[in-house]
Every structure is written in structure tokens, then in C-alpha cells.
């Protein structure tokens, strides 16, 4: 088996967004994404899809060079989909998980792949509802790919801690800043990506699972961070969905500026040591668990350092990059974050003034509009 890595010359980027569908009175989720379909032409049915649960359409952009074009292809898309939903009573909003609505209720799309995934992971697939944000940055081989996936691991508790959107889930306050991640990674192909010599060796792991027909095609490889043979791309899985387009747009430049950077030193032969298994996923439970106001243990150190601390030291490394992509602005915003919190902090500010998820929910609402 021969797996073909598709070279990307430039760091484009690529974004999908996973929007929840919502009654706009109640703000409870709507099993209606054929409604929305019917109405999209069939031209743009590559950019807004469906997903596994008919409450859920994804919104992707193209093949992007810049975050700009990024802000502007999110924008027109999000008040296409936005007012052909309002036309029918729906509404949308982005968050990790829905605050309220029970996932047990919420019905599967009609697909010969979904209804295959399901009778395969039964109810832990029925819990899968849940929304996520994917950034594709362009490569341009799988051997880079691979060697700077090694490194980025380290890196998605930070990048999880900054979009973390899902302390509540189906009326429960979970007491995490982002439960969604924890309810994916149970799945076989979900989680940390593990440590992988290069594409020779990725694509011997492709074969083997194909081969024992673990997965179907490398889409059903869900790591938390992935190479993307078809769009030459390192893909960003960890992030929960940010509920207002400034923080996707934030987390995109940062993901961006991340890969790159590794990516040149990558070529310098100077990327630092594969960070230890067990300590990423101690500072990913941080993030799930405490959002950015956890401690991370320190690569480099084994020392704690506070999640804060380890997010403006980590954006203060990316700043030259980020100057040569001409996104160094995006990058001065990942403090507005940590300054005043995360979609996951606002939720938890809502409920704790009037004490009604509802009010939460078309606040989410409120927040995706410009």
C-alpha cells in the first residue's frame, strides 16, 4: 500500500466548523439539517455538510493563505447558514457540547458510513454529541509532517486549554472546562496521537488498520492532531468549538505560527526532544479539567508552571513567525483571552448569575453574531 502525502508549498490553512442546530425559542437542539441542506445548492454542499447527528452542519472554508481569508470565508458562510436557518426557526450556535439537551435523544444521519460507525461503538457512539473546531495547515512532505506531529502533541493542551467551551453537558454542570474532549477520546482511534518514526512508518499503521478493517479509510484515524494525506496538511483536532469568531480566528494564527515554526526547525535539525506520553497527557487533563487556570508540568523543566504563564511564554517564542505571516495582531489577542477567559468561563458566569442554563444557551446564540 502505497499512501501518497499531497505537498503543500505554502502554510495554507484549512478550517472546519462543527455548529449546533437550535430551536430559536428554546435554543434546544433540532434534528434538521436535511432542512438546511434542501435549500443549500448542491455547488456549495463541500463547505456546509452534514455530520453524525442531524443537529450538527459543518462549515468549512477553502484552501485559505492568510487568516484574513480565513475571517472573510467564516464570515459569509456563517450569515448564509445563519439566515437560511433563522428563515426556519433555527438557530445556531458553537460550543464544545450543548448545555441542555440530552444526547440520548438526538438522532443519527441517514448514512451507510454513520449507521457502519454506530453499530460499531453502540453507546459510546450515541454519546458522541459533541462539536469540534479542525485547523489544516499545509506541509510539504509526510516525513515533516510526522516529525513535527511528535513535538506538536506537546503542544494541544495549550491549544485546549484556549478554546475550551463545554462545562456543561445535558443539564449537568460536569465541573470540567471542557468535557467534550474527555467523552471523544474513549473511542480506539481517538486521543493523543501516539509517537510515530515517519510516513513510512504512518503508512504501515494505515495498512494494519485497514488490513484487520479496524477503520475504513485514514479518515477514521481521529487523533487529537493528524497528517492529512489528501490535503497535504497537519490537521488540529483538539480545540472545542470557540463560541465567537474572534477566538477561532485567534486559535487559527496560533496553530498556525506553531506549525510553521516547527516546521523550520524541523528543517534546521534543531526540533527539541519528543515530549513523554504521560506528561502531555497529565497537562491535557489540566486543561480539560481547570480550562487556563491549571498548572502544566514544563517540558523542559518538570517543574509546574501555570497554564497562563505557559500559553504567553509559548505565543512570546511564535512571535517572529507570526511577524513573518503577517499575524503577529492575531497573536497579541491570545492575552484578551486568558484576560477574560474562555467561552467555557463565560458560560460558567452566566449560569452562576441567574442560575438558568437557558440563559446560557442564547447567550451562545448572542455571542456568534457579530
Not at 56 to 71: F, H, K, L, P, W
Not at 298 to 324: C, S
Not at 359 to 370: G, I
Amino acid at each position: 500500500m502505497i499512501l501518497r502525502f499531497k505537498r503543500s508549498d505554502k502554510p495554507t490553512i484549512g478550517v472546519e466548523v462543527e455548529m449546533q442546530l437550535v430551536d430559536l425559542k428554546t435554543g434546544l437542539l433540532v434534528s434538521r439539517i436535511s432542512d438546511i441542506l434542501s435549500r443549500i445548492p448542491p455547488a456549495m454542499h463541500e463547505r456546509i455538510k452534514p455530520e453524525f447527528f442531524q443537529c450538527t452542519v459543518e462549515v468549512n472554508t477553502d484552501i485559505c493563505r492568510s487568516v484574513d481569508a480565513v475571517g472573510q470565508e467564516l464570515t459569509e458562510r456563517f450569515d448564509y447558514v445563519r439566515r437560511l436557518a433563522e428563515s426556519l426557526g433555527i438557530g445556531l450556535i458553537c460550543a464544545g457540547t450543548h448545555p441542555i439537551s440530552p444526547w440520548r435523544e438526538q438522532k443519527i444521519t441517514a448514512d451507510t458510513r454513520y449507521k457502519r460507525l454506530l453499530e460499531e461503538f453502540q453507546l459510546m457512539g450515541r454519546r458522541l454529541n459533541i462539536y469540534g473546531f479542525h485547523v489544516h495547515i499545509g506541509v510539504t512532505d509526510g516525513d515533516k509532517a510526522t516529525a513535527i506531529l511528535n513535538i506538536l502533541r506537546g503542544y494541544l493542551p495549550h491549544l485546549l486549554a484556549l478554546s475550551t467551551s463545554s462545562p456543561f453537558w445535558s443539564g449537568y454542570d460536569t465541573g470540567m472546562y471542557s468535557s467534550r474532549i474527555k467523552v471523544f477520546e474513549v473511542l480506539p482511534t481517538a486521543g493523543l496521537p501516539p509517537r510515530v518514526k515517519n510516513w513510512a512508518e504512518f503508512e504501515k499503521l494505515v495498512k494494519i488498520l485497514i488490513a484487520t478493517r479496524t477503520i475504513e479509510t485514514t479518515r477514521e484515524i481521529w487523533w487529537e492532531a493528524r497528517p492529512h494525506p489528501k490535503f497535504g496538511t497537519v490537521e488540529i483536532r483538539v480545540c472545542d468549538c470557540p463560541s465567537t469568531l474572534e477566538d477561532m480566528l485567534i486559535i487559527t494564527a496560533l496553530v498556525q505560527a506553531l506549525v510553521v515554526h516547527l516546521c523550520e526547525r524541523y528543517e534546521k535539525n534543531t526540533l527539541p526532544d519528543i515530549p513523554l506520553r504521560q506528561l502531555v497527557e497529565e497537562n491535557k487533563w489540566q486543561a480539560a479539567r481547570h480550562g487556563v487556570d491549571g498548572y502544566f508540568i514544563d517540558y523542559r523543566t518538570n517543574r509546574t508552571i501555570g497554564i497562563r504563564e505557559a500559553l504567553g511564554d509559548l505565543t512570546e517564542r511564535l512571535q517572529d513567525t507570526a511577524r513573518t505571516l503577517g499575524t503577529a495582531p492575531y497573536l497579541d489577542k491570545v492575552e484578551t483571552i486568558l484576560q477574560r477567559g474562555t467561552s467555557a468561563h463565560r458560560q460558567r458566569e452566566i449560569f452562576r448569575r441567574s442560575g438558568n442554563l437557558n440563559d446560557v444557551v442564547h447567550d451562545l446564540m448572542e455571542s456568534l453574531t457579530p
